[in-house]
């Protein structure tokens, strides 16, 4: 019984998951625009990134300081700075 019900619950999982879509939206840019401000977003944070763990560390070695997790926050920071909604959509 506990099989069935599991089975149940990852099918509806699985379809509900699978109809939507994490995506950026601006009201008045394209879908290029989209991708120059990206790559302009995560050029900064990258560059921040590497700042930070060189000032952090003294010399080039790139193990400490921040992750990859917060660099994809400052990229969406950045995003949103300029405009781009992050949501959920169903496809």
């Not at 977003?41 to 560059?47: I, N, S, V």
Request: charged share 35%.
């Amino acid at each position: 019984m506990k099989k069935i019900v599991f089975a149940g619950l990852m099918g509806v999982l699985l379809l509900l998951g699978g109809c939507y879509k994490y995506v950026a939206e601006h009201p008045e840019k394209s879908k290029t625009q989209f991708y120059e401000d990206q790559g302009d977003c995560e050029k900064k944070a990258r560059e921040y990134a590497v700042e930070m763990r060189t000032g952090w560390s003294g010399n080039e070695d790139v193990s400490y300081g921040r992750n990859v997790n917060d660099e994809i926050s400052d990229v969406k920071r950045c995003m949103r700075d300029k405009g781009w909604d992050y949501h959920f959509r169903k496809w």
